[in-house]
């Protein structure tokens, strides 16, 4: 499989009162230029945060949802815009494992008959029997056992590690190529999420099966998979090598991610350098690089912006000195308006300069990179203007074996 | 190190349609205070009926046998007006989703309020400054206590929920899978919190989880919980080096981190807790079993100081 610049935009639903009085089109960036070859036979890992957009890849990819660019190719064939009856004989090829089985399996149906399910919606077999041996068969294949005793059991008697062997069988039971498999053990106890993996790797061996394996876990990833692309907010930091990647990260993100797995060795416990705040909404992606509001390494041209103006004054009030000074001069968080590269704030006429001055005061004290952004502080109107330089034009770069998306490299 | 909560023969049957369920069956266990300890276990493994427990609230007509003692108090015979008096103030407890725990239609401050006022006789405004100190001291800017939870990242209404379990200074914080729904940056940002309130205030902390990897990096001791029973006890260290009831052996081997050479799991599952298997609850998955292992019940002993386990064979691990 081939993706090029792949994007999945999701618009925002809001009051027809509020499309009326702004203009602005707010949209999810949940995938935002993504490109990325699968090589067959292999276990691709997707690897991400929630709202890294992991999902959403692994969905658009076999078509379940609807990219707004891009490309998507399967064995060289355009497949981005096929239409539904195109698509049926493609979705033969391609499966999905969900993460949590007790809602992709249908409560009301037996066992055996969702595993045999795609059987008939594909209208793969001549009889009832037919259907029945392949079930059993396949039921047998995943470990499902005894098959006859299950065969005619509901989701609700089996354990979490057998339901998830169900949905398992109901993706194999057409003898796809390719499976996305998204956080297919996250909901399952660690004592058995490693039987539920060694599977999925003895179906790959035994049926040359292709994966795409969505997780937030990286060092189940690094176990499994062979190669893995790291994902924040919509687009891909890193790809490369699995062992490589996790033995010497080149994007700082990566190395963020690494450090944060607790090791499970008491004697190893030390003080983490932990990025700051949260992964940020995906309708405003920040500017040039998204991860550079919580990099520890940001240089000067990574994408300063004015929110970023504003997320500063925010953790500046956290300290009840600077706060309690701060709040009349430069003003609060709410107080100021980020707008692209500006952030600016309605004055009463007569108090510019102070501002200016507060302002000025206060971008000097702060982090490296951030003031060493600024362009200026200036009165525009009625408005203070703190406004930034503009970003660096930042592309994925090839090192090594490696496509990393950072101005650093 | 004086003794802050201490569970006596504590069993706890549930009853369902099927007949009673043995949840929790003959636990000793005491907390010291300040201390943290980490209480693991798969699911249904009685992890969560003993956090409900100690603070009182199981469905109707569960049966509940043994003591909790806290602070000369025992738990079990309190009536519901006694205990609504401890619980949220000398007892507090953050949850594995804030978001199910928190009304939408109100705003965080009405939150703190209510949880304040219904403990303390205070004025709201009075109530609000409580908030506004316990919010920034978790790091949630005190401008933002008018907003509703909906308005808040996960990692961030964690927080909240920490504030709120924390204003009323109880002496005792129980988490339960407080970073399970939350990534692992974030997970390891509110650890963190965790850890330096250990620091700071000296907080008895009892971390319910099934993450072995959070419980090495922020507890002291560690309960491991099997089929309703203490199978192990021990200091962090000495427990993670030497395992020796052969479920947290099995616990400890499928951590998957990022050393993992190969994958190992348990064989099988927990039991059904209507039934549970005679002599060793864990022997139908135990790889060591014996036939004395199906017969009799080992009981709780304490192989080198501080360090027990309810194994047969626990000489064999040492």
């Given at each position: 499989m081939k993706i090029e610049n792949l994007k999945v935009h999701f618009p925002i639903k809001r009051p027809l009162i509020q499309n009326i009085l702004s203009h602005e089109k707010l949209v999810v960036h949940a995938v935002d230029g993504v490109s990325l070859t699968v090589r067959p036979r292999e276990i691709l890992g997707i690897v991400g945060e929630s709202g890294s957009g992991k999902t959403t890849l692994g969905r658009t990819v076999l078509r379940l949802l609807e990219p707004t660019s891009g490309r998507i190719e399967l064995h060289g064939r355009d497949i981005t815009h096929l239409g539904e009856s195109e698509l049926r004989p493609l979705r033969r090829q391609m499966q999905i494992i969900f993460q949590d089985p007790h809602a992709s399996l249908n409560p009301a149906m037996t066992i055996g008959r969702a595993i045999g399910h795609p059987l008939e919606i594909h209208d793969l077999v001549e009889n009832k029997e037919e259907a029945h041996d392949r079930v059993l068969q396949v039921m047998r294949e995943v470990g499902l056992t005894p098959e006859e005793q299950l065969y005619s059991k509901y989701p609700e008697d089996l354990s979490g590690g057998q339901r998830q062997r169900a949905a398992i069988a109901r993706a194999m039971i057409l003898r796809p190529e390719l499976i996305v498999a998204d956080e297919p053990v996250a909901m399952l106890d660690m004592s058995i999420r490693a039987k539920v993996l060694e599977l999925m790797?003895?179906?790959?061996?035994?049926h040359g099966l292709t994966y795409i394996f969505i997780t937030h876990d990286l060092a189940t990833a690094k176990l499994v998979c062979n190669r893995l692309a790291i994902m924040y907010l919509g687009r891909i930091v890193e790809l490369g090598d699995a062992g490589e990647v996790y033995a010497d990260p080149k994007h700082p993100y990566t190395r963020a991610l690494l450090q944060a797995i607790p090791e499970p060795d008491p004697s190893k416990r030390k003080k983490k350098d932990l990025p700051q705040g949260e992964v940020p909404d995906a309708v405003h992606p920040p500017a040039g690089c998204r991860f550079h509001p919580r990099c520890p390494v940001a240089l000067r041209t990574c994408g300063w912006e004015g929110q970023d103006f504003l997320d500063y004054i925010d953790r500046r009030s956290l300290d009840p000195v600077l706060e309690a000074r701060e709040r009349l001069s430069v003003g609060r968080e709410e107080d100021w308006k980020a707008e692209g590269l500006q952030a600016s704030r309605k004055m009463v006429k007569g108090n510019e300069a102070g501002l200016v001055e507060s302002v000025t005061h206060v971008m000097s004290e702060a982090p490296m990179p951030m003031s060493q952004a600024l362009?200026?502080?200036?009165?525009?109107?009625?408005?203070?203007?703190?406004?930034f330089q503009p970003p660096a034009d930042l592309q994925p770069k090839k090192i090594d074996d490696r496509v990393v998306e950072c101005l650093l490299y | 190190m004086e003794t802050l909560l201490k569970t006596d023969g504590l069993s706890v049957h549930y009853l369902t349609r099927r007949g009673y369920v043995h949840a929790l069956d003959g636990i000793n266990l005491e907390i010291g205070k300040g201390e943290t300890v980490g209480i693991v276990g798969e699911t249904g493994c009685g992890k969560s009926t003993l956090a409900k427990t100690i603070l009182g609230v199981h469905p109707p007509k569960t049966r509940v046998e043994g003591k909790v003692i806290f602070h000369k108090t025992d738990l079990t015979k309190l009536d519901e007006d006694s205990f609504r008096r401890i619980r949220g103030k000398e007892i507090a407890l953050i949850f594995q989703d804030p978001m199910t725990r928190m009304n939408p239609l109100m705003r965080i401050q009405d939150h703190f309020v209510e949880v304040i006022q219904a403990h303390d006789n205070v004025p709201a405004a009075e109530a609000r400054r409580r908030a506004e100190e316990a919010l920034t001291s978790m790091r949630v800017p005190e401008s933002r206590i008018r907003h509703y939870p909906h308005e808040?990242?996960?990692?961030?209404?964690?927080?909240?929920?920490?504030?709120?379990?924390?204003?009323?200074?109880?002496?005792?914080?129980?988490?339960?899978?407080?970073?399970?729904?939350?990534?692992?940056?974030?997970?390891?940002?509110?650890?963190?919190?965790?850890?330096?309130?250990?620091?700071?205030?000296?907080?008895?902390?009892?971390?319910?989880?099934?993450?072995?990897g959070i419980v090495a990096n922020v507890c002291d001791r560690i309960a491991v919980l099997y089929a309703g029973k203490l199978v192990e006890l021990g200091t962090v260290?000495?427990?993670?080096?030497?395992?020796?009831?052969?479920?947290?052996?099995?616990?400890?081997?499928?951590?998957?981190?990022?050393?993992?050479?190969?994958?190992?799991?348990?064989?099988?599952?927990?039991?059904?807790?209507?039934?549970?298997?005679?002599?060793?609850?864990?022997?139908?998955?135990?790889?060591?079993?014996?036939?004395?292992?199906?017969?009799?019940?080992?009981p709780l002993r304490e192989f080198t100081p501080g360090h027990l386990a309810a194994c047969h064979f626990g000489e064999k691990f040492l």
């Open positions: 790797m003895q179906l790959k061996q035994r362009s200026k502080v200036s009165v525009v109107g009625e408005t203070v203007q703190v406004e | 808040f990242s996960g990692g961030m209404r964690q927080r909240i929920m920490i504030a709120m379990a924390l204003v009323l200074h109880p002496s005792l914080l129980i988490a339960d899978e407080p970073t399970t729904s939350l990534d692992v940056i974030t997970e390891a940002q509110i650890l963190q919190i965790l850890e330096d309130l250990k620091e700071s205030y000296g907080m008895t902390l009892i971390l319910i989880t099934h993450n072995l260290s000495e427990v993670f080096a030497r395992p020796l009831h052969p479920y947290t052996q099995g616990l400890l081997a499928s951590i998957i981190h990022l050393d993992s050479k190969g994958l190992h799991s348990i064989e099988g599952s927990p039991p059904d807790l209507l039934v549970p298997p005679a002599g060793c609850r864990f022997h139908p998955r135990c790889p060591f079993a014996q036939p004395v292992c199906q017969e009799s019940i080992p």
